[in-house]
Every structure is written in C-alpha cells, then in structure tokens.
C-alpha cells in the first residue's frame, strides 16, 4: 500500500511531480526523431497542396470567359432560385472536387450614375453554353453576351 501512486502523491508530491517531468523529458527525447519527422511531413504535404492549388487556380483561371447578362425589364420573383437551381449542374462530384477541384464562377458588377452592367466570369472547366441557358432560362426576357476568353 505505501508504494501506491496516490499514497506517494500525497506523500511526496514534489518528488511525483519530478519523478512526472523526468519520464515526460525522457519519452520527448526518445520521440525527438519521429516528432521531427511528422513535422517535416506535414510542412511538405502543406508545400504540396499550396502548389497544386495554385496550379489548379491558374488552370482554371485560363481561359475562363467574362459574359455579360442583359436582365429584362421585369424579373419574376423565383428567377433566383431557379438560376442557383440551373448552376448547381456545374458543381462536380466529391471524388472530382477532390482530384481535381471545383470550378468557381464570380459576379461581377459594375455600377454607374446612370447603368449598372453585370457580368459572369465563368472558368473554362464550364461547358459553353451551360451558364448561358441557365440566365436565359431563369430570367425569360434576358440576354447574355460572351465577352473576350482570358488567356
């Protein structure tokens, strides 16, 4: 009963608490090597991601076309929705996000006095087409002009 740990804690708490430092001291000295490892994998592997993201970026980025949508004069109150509805067909499944990533689209608006233009850069990872039909589909009434590809 008297070498029980808690009898040696109350007993002698600070020789526990050197006894405690002393085992977790040798544990880190005997674990320095893989500590070292594991962190030099986890720098790479975050290297390897930072450049295939930016790859990916650049990937997308090229060739990505900027269309502009021409709203008619009256919207119907749903046309949100049902163009969030027809842009859904552009998000890819998670094992291609995954390999591959996922596409963004950006709004661009551009307000004056007396205008305000809208626009749509679309990646070049998108069918022609697809983001158009769903403007014009969302919106009757509505136009969409493709603008210049960005090499």
């Known amino acids: 009963m008297k070498d029980h740990p808690l009898v040696r804690l109350l007993t002698d708490p600070a020789g526990v608490g050197a006894d405690l430092a002393r085992d977790i001291g ?38 990505a076309r900027r269309i502009a949508i021409l709203p008619p004069p009256d919207v119907a109150a749903n046309g949100a929705l049902t163009l969030w509805m027809g ?3 552009i998000l890819r499944p998670a094992w291609r996000r995954l390999l591959s990533g996922q596409p963004h689209l950006a709004w661009e608006v551009v307000a004056e006095p007396d ?16 983001v158009e039909r769903a403007v014009e589909s969302a919106w009757p009434g509505a136009r969409t002009i493709p603008g210049p590809t960005r090499t």
């Open 26 to 63: 040798d544990a880190f000295s005997a674990a320095k090597p893989w500590i070292a490892a594991g962190a030099l994998s986890l720098a790479l592997i975050f290297v390897v991601v930072a450049i295939v993201r930016a790859q990916r970026k650049r990937s997308h980025a090229s060739g």
């Open 115 to 130: 205008a305000i233009e809208i626009f749509l850069w679309v990646p070049r990872a998108v069918p022609p087409g697809l």
């Open 87 to 89: 842009l859904h067909a």
